[in-house]
């Protein structure tokens, strides 16, 4: 084959290497390397697959998501193509010649520095080098290119600076197709640590100083794959969901179909092709791979996931030498830990001296068809397979393409202040610390797609098991010798500090996280003095097409892809990091950039927005702990809990199979006994129990349409030790403190061969709590309660509260499962907090109603009832936290309360919630006869006020004359109204949403504005509550206490009032 003229002009900073004719010998020698890859047409030997026709999945289908897939059209003619190569150049002089170089002296390969001589470029082909001993570190400067010929070539180096110059091993227009091997060589020095880093050009290819780095080999495609059906121990066929030009003697991985993935219970099969054929007695798209050696695990493909399978195998190859790459000294298995003595856990994750590329800088990196095999240097800053360090916007110019990383002791490849650079199409397997990295957190705009991120491994000791039930974790602090970046003791596939990048059909499996997004309110390290962006308030520009799975193991709360975690600079300029529920991750997620420490204005909100999404076998798939995020087209299957999601929330499309077909998945991980009472938390709760979705007890806004359940039964009971405790939707309900407003909403639940009598769950039996009671749901349709239209679900620990109809309207469910369903085209429900006592309010949360500590009493106070009901004993049961959520029948229905010590001197009704602006309701007291009162709305104490700006920061409310003005003003009127029955001694007052930051504008009251953060999808509305405006009522009656005035003895026989004029 003959390339065309040399029309590269950027490739060779020598103006004489420009637009040369092809020296005839130099052709020559390009012909004789090696052959190009095709496609594997062949037909493979039907009787090797005829058992799988009909039984397989194709072309990566899944039942709801859509995975994006790499076009391969284009590879045969990029692999044949070989235009503008740099080995063919007329100018290139061979390193052999001793005319090459100064003093006509080759260097030898004895360690010493070698320089490629001035304005010179020199070629290295197969006659070149000493290929066993090591050559010192060369280097190439400005006007200087060493290039590698298409030839069969090993180098032995201790590392290659481009200080300026170029390093040619083929271009972006030329694959080079022979084998060449890099081989960077050096032990570890003394003292290593976050300040004492070695050069960049030791035992490693870095580019300075506007170098160029091109390394380009022959494009295997795709890089990685699917199962087609499942793989099972013993076999040595394996079928893939494509056609490849992988070759026979290359080797290929088959991820890991368990829950757990680490040293210590490693399922993954690394395994060599001993030939590949098409299986289109399957389909069309259908490879047969036959193995050199049997699979060693199980590894499932049904239709519901399946296990990727990844090219490892390069012809061009960078590596650190066998000698000092490895330190791994502990054992890969430990056993026994503060929990249990026979569960075991990794006892440290590998580590080692590799080699390393870096391009900084204006320096430029590309590479693509390369191997990275024993790259990285643990614990050495900066040091990674393949590293675009502070490039700026200059990161346009450099990417990592169709390559593969496995055996890495210090991730896979990072992204450190540079912006759009791409990553795509690569294989990373077996990889310490986190793998794809965003290092800093101002690295924006950069594209992560097709990647394939497997075997991650954690540095340090795994989560401490006494925390694993625990929202909360320790926080880690920076070590400067043995953990320089904290986060890797959560080491995920995907490490996202700034989410304003693009992550596109992405696969991660094990690590701590598939992908993990931590809160970074300031960015970190080089970039700790930026102070115009808070990283972790950046929109996600764009998760599409992305799976995870075997991941969030080692902690209850960890998910296959994980929001949440706090990482952050402390006062002495160390960084800390704490994996667990910090503060709210990514809690001001905005549409533009805020300078740190600042806040988001809420028409700048913005949503984390996850499409077509699967994560599978975890504890938890999707855990987000942030404040407002979409999640759209997302399968969550074989999970403790499909997704746990945090603040205003869309779920759509969602399809969680609680159980799958996917029997062989070896359980109670990392425990060997069958006396599974004896292993750690950590090895049996994800079997014990399973949830297809859990709502929160405080403070959320979500909304889930259009999803379906399915095999949500306990039937695996038969297959799994204990396992017993399935329910499609959990409540939480175990706290006295946190408890629920107006939070969730549902249209359009399916449920598929699940168990109906255990639909619905509370997390704790307990009664008696202040979240129990309080748990509600509007199912807009009634699919998700089964009822024949919108139905308001209701605890049915709370009395008679929620059974606002009674039979047949409102109906108990079965089989224990606490709940009140009624069924009404016009039920609603709305939420208030009342205060009356603020010295006890404030003791919430320590020596009275507490989160989950149930010896700390939440004792009675009083009760609330529906206007017209039963004895008032029958309602709700109010406690010092005194949230009040419950179901309205009507506009101007509402709600009597009453306490047990009489009447409020001043009562404050805040955190007012309505499903919109327009709904209201009256709230009834007792009083004692002849009380007068003086009633104020008020905004949130930073509401303002000018000549320029008259908003109304405060509205007294009208006293009406009798009920039915009192109905009047508040149904047509302002609604600024109260009204005191003398007679009956009740005061009626009128309860409605006020925003916080005004009541109104120009000098006029507005009681139908809409909330600015009202959250509004498939066409299902929340109203968030508000958290600073109120309504004081102040009266003048007499405190038998400083707080109540008595009623007498009416009060225990108290019955509701009809709501009358």
């Given at each position: 084959m003959v390339c065309g003229p040399l029309i590269f002009a950027s490739l060779f900073v020598a103006a004489n290497a420009l637009s040369l004719p092809l020296e005839p010998a130099r052709v020559a020698r390009s012909i004789k390397s090696a052959s190009i890859p095709t496609l594997n047409n062949q037909e493979a030997d039907p009787k090797l697959y005829s058992?799988?026709?009909?039984?397989?999945?194709?072309?990566?289908?899944?039942?709801?998501?859509?995975?994006?897939?790499?076009?391969?059209?284009n590879v045969a003619n990029e692999n044949n193509a070989q235009v503008n190569c740099p080995h063919l150049n007329v100018n290139l002089k061979l390193w052999e010649s001793a005319s090459t170089w100064p003093n006509s002296t080759v260097p030898p390969a004895d360690g010493q520095t070698i320089t490629i001589p001035a304005n010179t470029s020199v070629l290295i082909s197969s006659a070149s080098l000493d290929q066993v001993n090591t050559y010192g570190t060369?280097?190439?400067?400005?006007?200087?290119?060493?290039?590698?010929?298409?030839?069969?070539?090993?180098?032995?180096?201790?590392?290659?600076?481009?200080?300026?110059?170029?390093?040619?091993?083929?271009?972006?227009?030329?694959?080079?197709?022979?084998?060449?091997?890099?081989?960077?060589?050096?032990?570890?020095?003394?003292?290593?640590?976050?300040?004492?880093?070695?050069?960049?050009?030791?035992?490693?290819?870095?580019?300075?100083?506007?170098?160029?780095?091109?390394?380009?080999?022959?494009?295997?495609?795709?890089?990685?794959?699917?199962?087609?059906?499942?793989?099972?121990?013993?076999?040595?066929?394996?079928?893939?969901?494509?056609?490849?030009?992988?070759?026979?003697?290359?080797?290929?991985?088959?991820?890991?179909?368990?829950?757990?993935?680490?040293?210590?219970?490693?399922?993954?099969?690394?395994?060599?092709?001993?030939?590949?054929?098409?299986?289109?007695?399957?389909?069309?798209?259908?490879?047969?791979?036959?193995?050199?050696?049997?699979?060693?695990?199980?590894?499932?493909?049904?239709?519901?996931?399946?296990?990727?399978?990844?090219?490892?195998?390069?012809?061009?190859?960078?590596?650190?030498?066998?000698?000092?790459?490895?330190?791994t000294t502990t054992p890969a298995v430990c056993v026994g830990d503060a929990q249990s003595k026979v569960s075991i856990w990794p006892c440290g994750a590998p580590q080692g001296y590799g080699g390393h590329i870096i391009a900084i800088g204006s320096a430029i990196g590309r590479a693509s068809g390369l191997e990275l095999f024993q790259m990285g240097q643990t614990n050495v800053m900066g040091r990674y397979p393949y590293h675009i360090h502070q490039a700026g916007q200059n990161g346009i110019n450099s990417y990592l393409k169709s390559s593969s990383i496995h055996q890495s002791f210090f991730r896979c490849m990072s992204v450190h202040g540079s912006h759009n650079v791409t990553i795509s199409n690569n294989v990373a397997f077996d990889i310490t610390g986190n793998c794809f990295y965003l290092e800093d957190g101002i690295e924006e705009d950069n594209t992560f797609s097709y990647n394939l991120a497997a075997h991650i491994h954690f540095l340090g000791a795994p989560t401490n098991p006494a925390n694993y039930w625990s929202q909360y974790l320790d926080t880690v602090?920076?070590?400067?010798?043995?953990?320089?970046?904290?986060?890797?003791?959560?080491?995920?596939?995907?490490?996202?500090?700034?989410?304003?990048?693009?992550?596109?059909?992405?696969?991660?499996?094990?690590?701590?996280?598939?992908?993990?997004?931590?809160?970074?309110?300031?960015?970190?390290?080089?970039?700790?003095?930026?102070?115009?962006?808070?990283?972790?308030?950046?929109?996600?520009?764009?998760?599409?097409?992305?799976?995870?799975?075997?991941?969030?193991?080692?902690?209850?709360n960890a998910g296959g892809v994980y929001v949440g975690g706090l990482l952050k600079t402390e006062a002495n300029g160390a960084t800390s990091y704490n994996p667990g529920r910090v503060i709210s991750a990514l809690a001001q997620t905005c549409s533009t950039p805020i300078a740190t420490g600042t806040w988001c204005s809420v028409e700048n909100y913005s949503w984390m927005r996850f499409n077509n999404t699967k994560v599978f076998l975890g504890n938890k798939g999707l855990m987000h702990w942030g404040v407002r995020v979409e999640v759209v087209q997302y399968e969550g299957h074989d999970l403790g809990t499909s997704a746990s999601v945090f603040g205003q929330v869309w779920i759509d499309k969602m399809l969680s199979i609680c159980r799958t077909n996917n029997t062989l998945m070896p359980f109670i991980s990392g425990c060997p006994t069958t006396s599974w009472w004896n292993c750690a938390s950590r090895d049996i709760s994800y079997w014990t129990g399973f949830l297809g979705f859990s709502w929160y007890d405080v403070s959320q806004n979500h909304i889930i349409s259009n999803s379906t359940f399915r095999s949500c039964t306990d039937k695996w009971s038969s297959v799994l030790y204990n396992s017993n405790n399935m329910a499609v939707w959990q409540f939480l309900t175990h706290s006295d403190q946190f408890v629920p407003g107006i939070m969730q909403t549902t249209r359009n639940i399916v449920y598929q061969n699940c168990n109906l009598d255990k639909l619905f769950k509370f997390s704790m039996t307990d009664r008696s709590t202040v979240s129990g009671r309080l748990q509600s749901w509007l199912d807009f349709d009634g699919s998700a309660s089964l009822s024949s239209g919108r139905t308001l679900m209701g605890s049915a620990w709370a009395n008679e509260?929620?059974?606002?109809?009674?039979?047949?309207?409102?109906?108990?469910?079965?089989?224990?499962?606490?709940?009140?369903?009624?069924?009404?085209?016009?039920?609603?429900?709305?939420?208030?907090?009342?205060?009356?006592?603020?010295?006890?309010?404030?003791?919430?949360?320590?020596?009275?109603?507490?989160?989950?500590?149930?010896?700390?009493?939440?004792?009675?106070?009083?009760?609330?009832?529906?206007?017209?009901?039963?004895?008032?004993?029958?309602?709700?049961?109010?406690?010092?936290?005194?949230?009040?959520?419950?179901?309205?029948?009507a506009d101007g229905s509402g709600w009597f309360v009453q306490y047990n010590k009489g009447a409020p001197v001043n009562l404050t009704v805040s955190a007012a919630q309505f499903p919109t602006e327009k709904n209201y309701i009256t709230l009834v007291l007792p009083y004692p006869v002849g009380t007068t009162f003086n009633v104020t709305a008020r905004a949130a104490t930073w509401c303002y006020t000018s000549k320029w700006t008259p908003n109304v920061c405060v509205q007294p409310y009208k006293q009406a004359a009798n009920l039915t003005t009192f109905q009047t003003i508040q149904s047509t009127g302002s609604g600024a109204v109260y009204y005191f029955d003398n007679t009956a001694g009740l005061l009626y007052v009128n309860i409605m949403?006020?925003?916080?930051?005004?009541?109104?504008?120009?000098?006029?009251?507005?009681?139908?504005?809409?909330?600015?953060?009202?959250?509004?999808?498939?066409?299902?509305?929340?109203?968030?509550?508000?958290?600073?405006?109120?309504?004081?009522?102040?009266?003048?009656?007499?405190?038998?206490?400083?707080?109540?005035?008595?009623?007498?003895?009416?009060?225990?026989k108290f019955t509701p009032p009809k709501l009358t004029a």
């Open positions: 058992q799988y026709i009909g039984k397989t999945t194709q072309n990566h289908w899944s039942e709801v998501v859509v995975f994006p897939r790499p076009d391969t059209s060369i280097t190439v400067n400005a006007g200087s290119s060493l290039v590698f010929d298409d030839a069969n070539v090993t180098m032995h180096t201790n590392g290659i600076l481009i200080n300026g110059g170029s390093l040619w091993l083929g271009s972006e227009t030329c694959n080079l197709k022979s084998y060449i091997t890099i081989v960077l060589h050096g032990a570890k020095p003394a003292n290593v640590n976050l300040t004492n880093v070695p050069a960049v050009s030791v035992k490693g290819i870095a580019a300075i100083n506007g170098g160029t780095l091109d390394i380009h080999g022959v494009t295997y495609a795709p890089t990685w794959t699917r199962l087609a059906a499942t793989a099972r121990k013993g076999e040595k066929q394996i079928l893939i969901q494509d056609v490849v030009n992988w070759e026979v003697g290359q080797t290929v991985l088959i991820t890991t179909t368990a829950t757990k993935d680490s040293r210590d219970f490693n399922q993954n099969d690394v395994a060599v092709i001993a030939s590949i054929g098409l299986a289109s007695g399957i389909g069309p798209a259908v490879s047969l791979i036959t193995l050199t050696t049997p699979l060693l695990y199980n590894h499932y493909g049904g239709s519901e996931y399946q296990a990727e399978v990844g090219l490892l195998s390069r012809r061009i190859v960078v590596k650190g030498d066998d000698q000092n790459s490895n330190l602090m920076q070590d400067p010798v043995n953990l320089i970046v904290p986060t890797d003791v959560a080491a995920a596939g995907f490490y996202i500090t700034n989410p304003k990048n693009s992550f596109l059909g992405n696969a991660a499996s094990g690590g701590w996280a598939g992908f993990s997004f931590p809160s970074l309110p300031a960015p970190i390290g080089l970039a700790a003095s930026v102070t115009g962006i808070t990283p972790s308030a950046r929109p996600l520009k764009q998760f599409e097409g992305n799976s995870a799975h075997s991941s969030g193991f080692w902690w209850l509260w929620w059974n606002v109809y009674g039979s047949p309207a409102c109906r108990l469910t079965t089989n224990n499962q606490s709940l009140w369903l009624c069924t009404n085209d016009q039920i609603y429900e709305a939420s208030i907090l009342l205060t009356a006592d603020p010295a006890q309010t404030a003791l919430i949360g320590t020596t009275q109603c507490s989160n989950g500590i149930l010896s700390i009493a939440c004792p009675t106070i009083g009760y609330a009832a529906h206007l017209g009901g039963k004895n008032i004993t029958n309602g709700l049961v109010i406690t010092a936290n005194t949230r009040i959520t419950g179901p309205v029948v949403q006020l925003l916080d930051n005004q009541l109104g504008t120009n000098n006029v009251f507005n009681r139908n504005q809409v909330n600015p953060q009202q959250f509004t999808r498939a066409g299902l509305t929340i109203n968030p509550q508000t958290s600073s405006s109120s309504l004081v009522i102040n009266s003048n009656c007499i405190p038998v206490d400083g707080v109540f005035c008595s009623l007498g003895n009416s009060t225990a």
